[in-house]
């Protein structure tokens, strides 16, 4: 049998003896009470973050292939994305995304992406998220026609801060040609 359950049997017995018995009761529930709440933790850190925002899409579809948002570990984009949203409609011009499930740790950038079903890994990207409220970071090298950013903007999920909204992304869709 616990101590504490022994220690009120015990109490029990003694008060049954005396006048004190409804005070005694009433103050080894107070103790059970205190002792069975779960105040040693009241607050929980969540253990995944989540991005989320609006990207504008600028040019005209590729005719084939998947245009999806993704964000990264590294930069410049290698391996497969730490999360990735389902590809996006062909035509649409605004499309709202939210990545969940997001892994606590430092992401080198977000980006938008388009793969070339005939080369699946020339993988292009379309866009970055640089917190840049004109959409002015993604340009095209006149010369190669090749993309050229601004650093991307690193995002830190912690337990800081898990959730992240606003990141909006212009995505080019020239560049997928």
Known sequence: MPSTTCNLLI?????KRNKLFPFAALAAVMLLVGAC???????KVPEFGSVEG??????????S????VSIWASWPPAGP???????????????DYRLEGL???????LT??????????GARVLGIYLNDPNNTGVTVDPTTHAPSFATPLT?????AKTDFTGLNVKADLALAQ
Not at 103 to 109: D, I, M, P, Q, V
């Open 11 to 15: 109490l029990g017995v003694i008060m």
């Open 37 to 43: 709440s779960d105040d040693k933790n009241p607050t």
């Open 112 to 121: 938008v992406g388009w793969r070339d079903p005939a080369n699946p890994a």
């Open 155 to 159: 995002i830190d999920i912690s337990n």
């Open 103 to 109: 892994s606590k740790g430092t992401y080198k950038a």
């Open 81 to 95: 994305p730490s999360g990735a949203t389902s590809p996006i409609a062909s035509g649409s011009t605004i499309y």
């Open 54 to 63: 609006r990207v504008t899409f600028d040019g005209t579809w590729p005719s």
């Open 65 to 68: 292939g998947d245009v999806q």
